[in-house]
């Protein structure tokens, strides 16, 4: 006797997994029906598209779920008409939208058409912001994310059903629904965080010398992978910062407001160094600098808005006080 389909129709499915409410029958059922055709797969990867394409510029445009959904069905005759012809093929994805490439449920591997069989090896999920963006998303258990400029996480399909681990290059800012049966992981080359349910904001760009982890609310748990040490806890309102080259991890008090300032489209420098704060231009505005050493020991203290100001606007306020200078040439900033 076949056994009764929990889901009706594939959009169901779908919703279901973005709101985390996918069991694991389920989840492979969604897998399977991506496989059956290419048409299948661009359409899942469509409508995954559409619905975490909130904020991708950071200026609060977002899909409403009913338009998204809207969408779901408006696409599924279009998929349904390509599915028609099933031949053999193999390929490969890689998306780059303007703030953010989205791969979901995306099959690597290849479908052959008559008794060959299906190889099921799948993608994992990456979310990226570029440089000179921010990107806002939710992820399948409803953890809120804003991913800083130039920065990537990239996690499995079982998120939320088998772990809830996500890898991290870069800056982000995260609000973590409660889940007491699978806690929350973030992991980086150097350090891994686990919380079940908190707001804290990570930064840890590749070119950076520090990673740094500032807590807004719950507790988290740092284990240092550079060096042998405790687990290192962290409570509301503290800030770790990890030496890279040393290895050496430092907790200390601090007020975090302005940690994920970024977020909210701001610029925030407290007595930060110039070569910091050139990093950060960089990535906020896609642009080029370059410091001269005299100048990288020195800290500025600022506010500033992304969207209203342009990076020249910055760097002449920057300039007023009459410690540094800066000019354009060859299609780079120089700070001297």
């Given at each position: 006797m076949q056994k009764e389909r929990k889901y009706t129709n594939i959009d169901e499915l779908i919703a279901s997994y973005l709101s985390g409410k996918l069991d694991k029958e389920a989840l492979v059922e969604l897998k399977r029906w991506s496989m059956e055709s290419e048409a299948n797969r661009a359409y899942v990867r469509n409508q995954l598209e559409i619905w975490f394409s909130s904020g991708v510029l950071g200026d609060g445009t977002s899909f409403s779920k009913d338009k998204a959904f809207d969408l779901f069905k408006q696409r599924m005759a279009k998929a349904e008409e390509e599915q028609k012809q099933v031949r053999r093929f193999s390929w490969k994805i890689v998306y780059r939208v303007a703030a953010v490439i989205l791969i979901l449920l995306l099959p690597l591997g290849a479908y052959?058409?008559?008794?060959?069989?299906?190889?099921?090896?799948?993608?994992?999920?990456?979310?990226?912001?570029?440089?000179?963006?921010?990107?806002?998303?939710?992820?399948?258990?409803?953890?809120?994310?804003?991913?800083?400029?130039?920065?990537?996480?990239?996690?499995?399909?079982?998120?939320?059903?088998?772990?809830?681990?996500?890898?991290?290059?870069?800056?982000?800012?995260?609000?973590?629904?409660?889940?007491?049966?699978?806690?929350?992981?973030?992991?980086?080359?150097?350090?891994?965080?686990?919380?079940?349910g908190t707001k804290f904001n990570f930064k840890n760009y590749a070119e950076d010398e520090e990673v740094t982890v500032n807590l807004m609310e719950g507790k988290v748990a740092l284990n240092n992978r550079?060096?042998?040490?405790?687990?290192?806890?962290?409570?509301?309102?503290?800030?770790?910062?990890?030496?890279?080259?040393?290895?050496?991890?430092?907790?200390?008090?601090?007020?975090?407001?302005?940690?994920?300032?970024?977020?909210?489209?701001?610029?925030?420098?407290?007595?930060?160094?110039?070569?910091?704060?050139?990093?950060?231009?960089?990535?906020?505005?896609?642009?080029?600098?370059?410091?001269?050493?005299?100048?990288?020991?020195k800290r500025f203290y600022g506010s500033f808005k992304i969207i209203g100001n342009t990076i020249d606007e910055v760097l002449q306020t920057i300039a007023s006080t009459n410690r540094m200078k800066y000019r354009h040439e060859n299609d780079k900033y120089i700070l001297y």
């Open positions: 052959w058409q008559g008794k060959e069989t299906v190889k099921h090896t799948f993608a994992d999920m990456i979310v990226e912001a570029p440089l000179g963006a921010r990107t806002k998303l939710y992820l399948p258990d409803g953890t809120l994310v804003w991913l800083n400029a130039g920065s990537r996480i990239v996690y499995s399909q079982g998120f939320g059903v088998d772990d809830r681990k996500i890898c991290l290059e870069g800056e982000g800012y995260f609000e973590v629904t409660k889940n007491e049966k699978i806690p929350f992981e973030v992991k980086t080359k150097e350090l891994n965080l686990k919380v079940l550079l060096k042998n040490m405790a687990t290192l806890y962290l409570a509301p309102q503290e800030k770790m910062v990890l030496n890279k080259r040393t290895g050496i991890m430092k907790r200390s008090k601090t007020n975090v407001e302005y940690a994920n300032a970024w977020s909210r489209n701001e610029l925030f420098f407290d007595e930060e160094l110039l070569e910091d704060i050139a990093k950060k231009l960089m990535r906020s505005y896609n642009a080029e600098i370059e410091v001269a050493d005299s100048l990288k020991n």
